[in-house]
């Protein structure tokens, strides 16, 4: 019995003889294991390398981010700070970097074991952000509180198309003004129905051409004036006169219709003589109306005393507003040898002023448009003496849109 005893601890000795190992810790170079390898409390001289499925390092940092490196040991990153994050960078190994923000843009805020991203300002839908300036991609709709439009013409205004882009109306002229034209239409450029566009004074005889949009005219018609009295010579203790020419009539009228195309004729002014009669003024015309032209003045006969009249002044008529017939002449006298003697002023109308009297040798012209000539007198043994020109008529025209 004693002799099997012995074999058998003979037989668990021989494994530990073999390997040249000591029990109970052996140290073995290599180990192969068919099977499953369980040990209750591992120890390795070296640490166990990637390949045999450990991690080939000894030590890690606490807190530590750990990375493979192929068959070679794990690498660790880190620990890492407040706010870092592992970022992968390609064909490298990862590092540890906190997010960076953008200056006005976006501010990054890091804590222990946290990152905070937040802007300048608020951009909610009940925020009120405010910005220095705006730039967009495309012109910001009507419907966002935009004009829809990327660029408008200087000084146009602009007009309403509900939720469209605004249209625009392009500038208007100088004293022009935008008016409605109702509620389905655009307002245009234009002036105010009875707005003064023109004014046009006719010297010469023509055919009246309205400027452009005229509607209504206003129209002044002045005949022309009579000349004042030529007085006759006279001889020794002998005295003469002549009276002053009379004015040509005067129309003011408004018209609205059938005024484009009238024939305009201006009266000329009557024509003094030497010892006669002044001559008398021309009719003036715009279409159917016509002012009467003024009578020139009479001359009385050469004796010791003197007095003479004028004929009346030139008529009018048809006129809408006024019709103002013309005014006779002053008288022309000369009294019983005295140094009392006067020509016949001149009569004066609407547009235009009378010719004085005089004593010289021809009377004072009128002025303006449709005035009579001054008359003259002639004194003791004087030759005959030549009255004052009227003066001519005229047509104003104001025109209105």
Known sequence: MLKKIKLAVVALLLPLLAFGQSYPSPTF???????????????FTNPLPVASGGTGAATFSANAILYGNGTGAIQALGPLTNGQLVIGSTGAAPVAATLTGTANQVVVTNGAGSITLSLP?????????TFAGLTLSSPLTVANGGTGRATLANHAALIGAGTSAVTQIAPCAAGQALIGAGASSDPACGLPTGTLIGIRVFTSSTTYTPTAGTNSV????????????????TGAGQFAAGAGGASGGYILTRLTSGFSGSTITIGSGGVGASGAAGG???????????ANGGSGGAVSAAGTSAAIGSPSGGGASGGSIVNVPGNPGGYGFAVNGTSVAFGGTGANSPLGSGGINSVASTGGAAGGYGGG????VSGASTAAQIGGAGSQGVVIVWEYN
């Open 121 to 129: 300002q608020s951009i909610a839908t009940a925020s009120s952000p």
């Open 373 to 376: 000539g001054g008359g003259v």
């Open 218 to 233: 206003i129209v002044a018609v002045q005949g022309g004036g009579g000349a004042g009295g030529g007085s006759v010579a």
């Open 280 to 290: 008398n003024g021309g009719n003036t015309v715009f279409g159917t109306l016509t």
């Open 29 to 43: 170079n290599n180990v192969t294991v068919q099977g499953t390898l369980t040990a209750a409390n591992q120890s």
